[in-house]
């Protein structure tokens, strides 16, 4: 019963913000590290970001440093991606993902739809 359900996409204009949650379940939240991975249409899921099993470090894609951020609260078994200076073209659909004892774990998606 390992479970990872995000939360938070919606439309946003360019330039704007949200923050994605990603509520875990099922395993030793604190001992993993997590990702967010996000999908074009027609394309493969890329990576996005990466945060250590307590948050003290973190990667992220070329294509969002400097504006997104990703965080985690072991209390609440919950990572997130702050997503600030939207731009049209991170329109896709973000997973938050584990890979536990080898397997990867996705969770459902959230559409994240930029656009004026």
């Known amino acids: 019963q390992v479970q990872l359900v995000e939360s938070g996409g919606g439309l946003v204009q360019p330039g704007g913000s949200l923050r994605l949650s990603c509520l875990a379940s099922?395993?030793?939240?604190?001992?993993?590290?997590m990702n967010w991975y996000r999908q074009f249409p027609g394309k493969e899921r890329e990576l996005v970001a990466v945060?250590?099993?307590?948050?003290?470090?973190?990667n992220y894609a070329d294509s969002v440093k400097g504006r997104f951020t990703i965080s985690r609260d072991n209390a609440k078994n919950t990572v997130y991606l702050q997503m600030n200076s939207l731009k049209t073209e991170d329109t896709a659909v973000y997973y938050c993902?584990?890979?536990?004892?080898?397997?990867?774990?996705w969770g459902q998606g959230t559409q994240v739809t930029v656009s004026s």
């Open positions: 993902n584990a890979k536990i004892k080898q397997i990867p774990v």
């Open positions: 099922g395993f030793t939240f604190n001992t993993y590290m």
């Open positions: 945060i250590s099993s307590f948050g003290s470090s973190t």
